[in-house]
């Protein structure tokens, strides 16, 4: 039973990592990139959805991991096989971190995506700004919900790692 929970806990760290280092890594290096490298903002635009796609899609198996992870971790706690009780805040913090990663992922990101192709698509200036100026108002939320749910992972990493820390002392 311990090599399962040990499985277990590292897939929980490895779906965190994805989670909070995907994020960092198209933040910090790949948005960046793009706009120093690519020629139009609308291939850099396009390439920055396809990649935030990806992350996504990332995050929503990240999810998977680790609704089963505490899931599997409860049911041991609840048969007597392991003294880690699941907190209350683990629970909170994982259900804010996929109830964000649902708003993003299946209504906030499709919208600005639509929004960003209508505006890339417009012909007359005119029109090409008020697209634009509608892409922008809906993804000033759409980052801060993004930086709100790694600060959030960033959360319950800690939450696991100080778990540790109280059962080796």
């Given at each position: 039973?311990?090599?399962g929970l040990?499985?277990c806990?590292?897939?929980?760290?490895l779906?965190?990592?994805?989670?909070?280092?995907?994020?960092?890594?198209?933040?910090?290096?790949?948005?960046?990139?793009?706009?120093?490298?690519?020629?139009?903002q609308?291939?850099?635009?396009?390439?920055?959805?396809?990649?935030?796609d990806?992350?996504n899609r990332?995050v929503?198996?990240?999810a998977?991991?680790l609704?089963?992870g505490?899931?599997?971790?409860?049911?041991?706690?609840?048969?007597?096989?392991?003294?880690?009780?699941?907190?209350?805040?683990?629970w909170?913090?994982?259900g804010?971190?996929?109830?964000?990663?649902?708003?993003?992922?299946?209504?906030?990101?499709?919208?600005?995506a639509?929004?960003?192709a209508?505006a890339?698509?417009?012909?007359?200036?005119?029109?090409r700004?008020?697209?634009?100026e509608?892409?922008?108002?809906?993804?000033?939320?759409?980052?801060?919900?993004?930086?709100?749910?790694?600060g959030?992972?960033?959360?319950?990493?800690?939450?696991?790692?100080?778990?540790w820390?109280?059962?080796k002392?």
């Amino acid at each position: 039973m311990r090599q399962g929970l040990i499985a277990c806990v590292t897939c929980e760290m490895l779906a965190l990592a994805v989670w909070i280092g995907g994020l960092l890594v198209l933040v910090a290096a790949v948005i960046p990139a793009v706009f120093n490298t690519f020629g139009g903002q609308d291939t850099g635009g396009f390439f920055l959805t396809r990649a935030f796609d990806g992350y996504n899609r990332l995050v929503l198996g990240a999810a998977a991991i680790l609704m089963a992870g505490i899931l599997w971790r409860a049911w041991l706690y609840q048969q007597g096989l392991t003294d880690e009780a699941i907190t209350r805040t683990e629970w909170l913090l994982l259900g804010a971190m996929l109830l964000t990663a649902g708003v993003i992922t299946f209504v906030l990101h499709p919208q600005a995506a639509a929004l960003q192709a209508q505006a890339f698509a417009s012909k007359g200036e005119e029109a090409r700004k008020a697209a634009f100026e509608a892409f922008f108002q809906l993804h000033k939320p759409v980052r801060v919900l993004y930086i709100l749910n790694v600060g959030l992972g960033i959360a319950l990493l800690t939450l696991r790692v100080r778990s540790w820390i109280r059962v080796k002392e």
